[in-house]
């Protein structure tokens, strides 16, 4: 008979078993005087190796908030084509995931279309749309993450769960977004 363990139960044993032999490191090293030479190069080695793995979660844990501070969802672009198509890029917190980023695109008086641009994605910043010609541009900062076709864009695909109603502004679509995809 097997058991398996999943990643996270695994890693909790890994931080508790690390946290107690640090602590017990801790307290030997406290009365230095009563150590011999060996024993203190011992538990100092001890301690050192047993707080590795919680520097390590922390290093993790301070990346992870860098990139995804706030953990707010929002509208973060909004873009009109002088042709009248307007187009927002909106992005849910999911979490651990952490985002999930969409774009919705429309011609006036048709419904908003959703197309998927990220999931499981670090927060995108800087974020802006570009119309230019034919084309629909996103970009995060000086980078492009995607181009669209506009024709392609703002053509029915049939499917429902992708049409938002005509009169929806950026924050209604980012309700619904936010209740499609929010954990």
């Known amino acids: 008979m097997s058991i398996d363990y999943s990643p996270i139960e695994i890693l909790l044993v890994i931080i508790v078993v690390a946290a107690?032999?640090?602590a017990l490191a801790i307290i030997r090293l406290r009365d230095r005087s009563r150590l011999?030479?060996?024993?203190?190069t011992?538990?100092?080695g001890i301690g050192l190796i047993s707080a590795m793995p919680v520097l390590v979660i922390a290093f993790f844990v301070l990346c992870y908030v860098a990139l995804?501070?706030?953990f707010t969802s929002g509208v973060i672009a909004q873009a009109s084509s002088p042709a009248g198509e307007q187009a927002c890029v909106v992005q849910t917190f999911k979490g651990?995931?952490?985002?999930q980023v969409s774009l919705y695109v429309h011609r006036r008086g048709q419904p908003w279309l959703w197309h998927y641009l990220a999931h499981q994605d670090d927060r995108w910043r800087d974020c802006r749309i570009e119309f230019a010609a034919d084309q629909?541009?996103?970009y995060t900062g000086s980078t492009l993450r995607k181009t669209f076709s506009?024709?392609?864009?703002?053509s029915s695909s049939g499917s429902a769960h992708e049409e938002l109603p005509a009169t929806y502004t950026p924050e209604?679509?980012?309700a619904q977004h936010n209740a499609r995809y929010h954990d």
């Not at 651990?96 to 985002?99: R, W």
């Not at 506009?150 to 703002?154: G, L, N, P, S, Y």
């Open 20 to 22: 107690l032999l640090l």
């Open 172 to 174: 209604q679509i980012l």
């Open 68 to 70: 995804n501070f706030p």
């Open 136 to 138: 629909i541009r996103v």
């Open 150 to 154: 506009v024709a392609e864009v703002t």
């Open 42 to 44: 011992l538990w100092g």
């Open 96 to 99: 651990a995931e952490p985002y």
């Open 36 to 40: 011999s030479r060996t024993r203190l």
